[in-house]
């Protein structure tokens, strides 16, 4: 099982991680993560049958929301 800095050291390098790994990097639960990309908060793309979440979309998704909700 992958520790939380070793996640973290991998998304640096990558540019789209899983559903379930952007939920980890976010320290966040699946079910919030998936109410997001269900509301179209947090952008996605799907090839195949897999779905992918760029680092850059989660990085805005939660600018946005330090923004929504920092005030």
Not at 53 to 62: Q, S, V
Request: charged letters at 20%; one cysteine or more; hydrophobic letters at 40%.
């Amino acid at each position: 099982m992958t520790n939380h800095t070793e996640l973290l050291t991998q998304a640096m390098q990558l540019i789209a991680v899983s559903p379930n790994e952007a939920a980890r990097l976010c320290s966040i639960g699946r079910t919030t993560l998936y109410a997001a990309l269900s509301s179209g908060e947090l952008r996605s793309v799907k090839i195949g049958t897999r779905r992918l979440i760029t680092i850059d979309a989660i990085r805005a998704w939660l600018q946005h929301n330090e923004q929504k909700f920092g005030e």
